[in-house]
């Protein structure tokens, strides 16, 4: 989800050859679109080998990315987990700065959880407005999710972020859990390595 870029980066001796190597591209790796169960137009050839590489998981894994990096969008991939028999929803954390335009709406909002008051149950506008986006793209726009779960159903569902997106996946877990509940299975997890304190 941080791109090609990003891995050239962290790998500044070995990038190259990597990621030509997982595009199977030895020419023109870097512009070659690909087209995976449903991913974004604007994935490359060399982002999703990035994503590959660094998640340690074949290209094939790679349910969907999404690389809108817009205020109250943030990217984010579905991965598959084989060895745990999970599905998992990364969410990319602070990275641009329309990244620290969402971190820094900071007014509250309401949600309305049942069995709570609703003027208790306060959540962070940035982050509640991206979580809202990553939902209505992955359950209202795509089917990927439901459609791999209700097609494996021994896999569980897991959402994961660092920082921004240790927030945004914190409020996804609790939309999925308020409106997709038959998704939602005993084992489902939320992973937030550090999330800002406000988020609730």
């Known amino acids: 989800m941080y791109g090609w870029p990003m891995y050239c980066y962290t790998h500044p001796f070995t990038s190259c050859c990597r990621l030509c190597v997982k595009t199977g591209q030895?020419?023109?790796?870097?512009?070659?679109r690909e087209r995976l169960y449903?991913?974004?137009?604007?994935?490359?050839?060399?982002s999703i080998a990035a994503l590959a590489l660094t998640a340690n998981?074949?290209?094939?894994?790679?349910?969907y990315v999404s690389h809108h990096n817009e205020i109250?969008?943030?990217?984010?991939?579905?991965?598959?987990?084989?060895?745990?028999?999970?599905?998992?929803?990364?969410?990319?954390?602070?990275?641009?700065?329309?990244?620290?335009?969402?971190?820094?709406?900071?007014?509250?909002?309401?949600?309305?959880?049942?069995?709570?008051?609703?003027?208790?149950?306060?959540?962070?506008q940035?982050?509640?407005?991206?979580?809202?986006?990553?939902?209505?793209?992955?359950?209202?726009e795509s089917t990927v999710v439901e459609s791999f779960l209700n097609n494996n159903p021994?896999?569980?569902?897991?959402?994961?972020?660092?920082?921004?997106?240790a927030g945004v996946a914190s409020v996804l877990s609790l939309l999925l859990k308020l409106n997709a509940k038959s998704l939602i299975k005993e084992d489902f997890?939320?992973?937030a390595f550090s999330p800002p304190g406000c988020v609730f």
Request: aromatic share 6%; net charge negative.
């Open 38 to 46: 449903s991913v974004d137009v604007d994935a490359s050839g060399c």
């Open 189 to 191: 997890k939320c992973y």
């Open 72 to 124: 109250f969008k943030a990217p984010f991939a579905v991965v598959l987990d084989k060895s745990r028999k999970a599905l998992i929803i990364a969410i990319r954390g602070t990275l641009s700065l329309e990244d620290v335009l969402t971190d820094l709406s900071i007014t509250m909002e309401n949600v309305e959880v049942e069995g709570f008051d609703p003027s208790q149950t306060l959540v962070h």
């Open 26 to 32: 030895f020419s023109r790796c870097c512009t070659r």
């Open 154 to 165: 021994d896999y569980s569902l897991t959402v994961v972020g660092h920082s921004l997106g």
């Open 57 to 63: 998981v074949s290209k094939h894994d790679i349910l």
């Open 126 to 140: 940035g982050m509640l407005k991206t979580a809202k986006n990553v939902y209505k793209e992955l359950m209202e």
